[in-house]
């Protein structure tokens, strides 16, 4: 499954859209999601309802980044990788605007570089 709820911005947009719904029937399967980044927990509590609604045996989700300043619903994460400042990251997979994902380490995006209007 892939969602998205950035585009080109370094803040969600609040909207989620789903870019790519599971091929398979979860219903009375153990399911976990793996995230790279948790930020306000929007995208992944609208993931987790829509999830729960297909009905799995159970749900849990581990993260290899979190952002708990930043919460603005409290989501649960049974396992966390690390807890990081409020700072927009790129690397390891993690991209802004389609670009910088294949860098072979996290770092902080510096916004003072990006271009105006992206």
């Known amino acids: 499954m892939a969602i998205s709820s950035y585009g080109a911005a370094t803040d969600s947009s609040g909207v989620v859209r789903i870019l790519k719904d599971l091929d398979i029937n979860v219903e009375e399967r153990n399911v976990l999601v793996v995230e790279d980044i948790i930020d306000s927990g929007l995208t992944l509590s609208y993931l987790m309802r829509t999830l729960e609604a297909r009905e799995p045996s159970s749900l849990e989700v581990v993260a290899l980044l979190t952002k708990p300043d930043r919460r603005e619903i409290d989501v649960p994460v049974r396992w ?39």
């Open 80 to 118: 966390i990788g690390f807890e990081i400042p409020n700072r927009f990251v790129i690397g390891y997979g993690l991209d802004f605007a389609e670009r910088y994902r294949n860098l072979p380490y996290v770092g902080v995006l510096n916004e003072d570089l990006i271009p105006e209007g992206v």
